[in-house]
């Protein structure tokens, strides 16, 4: 099994870590991280990661992930969604994580269907076509999307179970020891206060270019 | 503020980048990813990540983070211990997901610490001198410590509360939308199946060697 983690970049991490350390020990897979060339692809301020190979290279997938990020600068490039649009229809399923989605979407494969992404980024994602889910794991046929970043490890668990069975799904929770408990219960817009959902839609506006849409490629 | 990823081969992914992501948005950080070469780092079968410095260069840090991997060679091998030796004294905090522990355990950072590490190897860390919890977050003086891989998330977040107040800490929650709903609740070995545990266990020993401990240097 052929699993393809596209990379490209101001990624975030933890949107591709998460699902390439749930997945990845599945049997038989092999992993690929695809980029647009093989030279490292910046994922933060000090994070490069070293794809396996390309775009132009690798044309079919049994499962692809594709991480959320900034998103603008990505959607008006163009080049994950020429991707998407080559091999989506090869692959058995396709996931993304945080506004990954909004990638699936710019490539016509959220079509008439159901998806979520980051909550502070769901206009951009309805913009794009898609129908905006506010849940944190969402599957429409063979389209799996999750919420903001670490709902990738739900989403990705998910899919594990899916493919290989809920004994290899829940090992793998446990290898993982995946037994959340947050010191802090403000993880999503409903539960933060006021003033942290504030703080965050400032950083969000700030880091992610509010008002950059008009260069994207619906 | 310098905070040190400390990058080794067959590190766990995850264990790095759940607290690269909570930690490196921290106001004026400067993360660094430290290793024994520039050379790309492998985590797992498909990730290799660029280090940014060297444990020959790089001698103060003022937040260290030390991933778990696969502890028995890098344990062995001692280089990651010599670099902790040096640098911990300079840090204020010194912290560590899922097997990391063992190597502050070697480096003596652990002596008379409570501390703790993934369910599966929580022997190891005891026969390396530190006083053993089964919680998923420890702190005990200037040393904090997360279990198993996920559990890096939990850990960074206490830690962020520490340095920069619990309305930042909460922002950085909603920001990665950390409001978990694992699709099974199987992440601890307390509440996990028995046929689940022994998958894990088979899979631990197989993948971390059982019995390679006599390579460790204590």
Not at 46 to 72: C, N, Q, S, W
Request: aromatic share 6%; net charge negative.
């Amino acid at each position: 099994m052929d699993i393809a983690f596209v990379l490209y970049p101001n990624m975030t991490a933890l949107d591709l870590v998460g699902p390439y350390d749930v997945l990845s020990p599945g049997p038989d897979v092999t992993s690929h991280f695809v980029a647009a060339t093989l030279d490292p692809v910046p994922a933060g301020s000090a994070m490069r990661i070293v794809p396996t190979t390309t775009f132009d290279t690798l044309d079919r997938a049994d499962v692809i992930v594709v991480p959320g990020g900034e998103p603008y600068e990505v959607l008006a490039e163009g080049t994950v969604a020429a991707w998407l649009r080559k091999v989506h229809p090869t692959a058995t399923w396709t996931t993304s994580v945080c506004t990954g989605s909004t990638l699936l979407a710019s490539a016509g494969v959220l079509e008439g269907k159901r998806a979520t992404t980051h909550w502070a980024l769901r206009d951009l994602l309805a913009s794009l076509g898609a129908e905006v889910s506010t849940d944190r794991v969402v599957r429409d046929g063979s389209v799996i999307t999750g919420a903001g970043v670490s709902a990738g490890i739900d989403m990705a668990l998910t899919l594990a179970g899916i493919l290989w069975g809920d004994v290899f799904a829940q090992g793998v929770q446990l290898a993982i020891e995946y037994d959340p408990e947050p010191p802090y219960d403000s993880g999503s817009v409903e539960k933060a206060s006021p003033e942290v959902v504030d703080l965050v839609r400032g950083l969000v506006a700030n880091e992610f270019g509010a008002g950059r849409s008009e260069g994207v490629k619906a």
